[in-house]
């Protein structure tokens, strides 16, 4: 009897040659390779570019942020430095008479120096282009330098007063120390006027327009 051939055994990659089989793995390393690149590389990949991109919007709009923020500080310290300006300036010319405090500064003042503040009283006042003249009249009476400390404490006023038509009168001559041959110190009384000024408002000027086109008029 004629002898069998051998049955054929394993798979189909077994009996490939070792070249073919590196080359399958080869071929079975790029499939998962570009597998990976297509589902998992690329959106990885896109979803960094959208990072990327987000990351520079975002920068944008912080330096858009900080600039704001840097402007409304500006714009605030500006503020607060123009009514603390403003502030100073109602002090130094406020816009209403303030007849009471403006009496009020000059009671102050004379207390301080030493003088009598014996009579007041509030003159019209005298509207000018563009602020008013608050005069107001005054009787005080001290010694020499006590006068002199009065005047000059007005001088240090917030508010701009000037002291003008001074007349000075000596009421006495009485000595004021106990020590022999001292000069004796006399008592004056002055008669002045004190004027201060207020800032026109634009109604203030309106009417003082008015008002003097219809003096013209009458004329």
Not at 33 to 62: I, M
Not at 140 to 147: L, M, W
Not at 157 to 165: A, F, G, T, Y
């Amino acid at each position: 009897m004629a002898a069998k051939a051998p049955a054929a055994s394993g798979s189909t990659l077994d009996r490939l040659p070792l070249a073919g089989k590196v080359g399958v793995g080869l071929l079975f390393m790029a499939l998962v390779g570009a597998l990976f690149f297509v589902f998992v590389y690329e959106d990885l990949s896109n979803e960094l570019q959208t990072a990327k991109r987000r990351e520079v919007t975002l920068q944008g709009e912080l330096r858009n942020a900080q600039a704001a923020k840097e402007a409304y500080q500006r714009d605030r310290d500006d503020k607060i430095r123009s009514e603390a300006r403003a502030e100073q300036t109602k002090k130094v010319l406020p816009d209403e008479p303030e007849t009471p405090a403006f009496l009020a500064s000059l009671q102050q003042t004379a207390t301080v120096a030493g003088v009598n503040l014996t009579s007041w009283a509030p003159v019209d006042e005298v509207p000018q282009e563009f602020f008013a003249k608050v005069p107001m009249k005054l009787t005080v009476s001290g010694r020499f330098h006590q006068i002199a400390r009065f005047f000059h404490g007005i001088g240090q006023l917030d508010r701009i007063i000037n002291m003008e038509d001074i007349q000075m009168k000596i009421a006495s001559n009485k000595s004021t120390g106990t020590v022999r041959d001292q000069i004796p110190e006399p008592e004056v009384n002055v008669e002045c006027l004190a004027t201060a000024f207020r800032a026109l408002r634009l109604e203030d000027a309106a009417g003082g327009k008015g008002a003097s086109k219809r003096r013209g008029t009458g004329k």
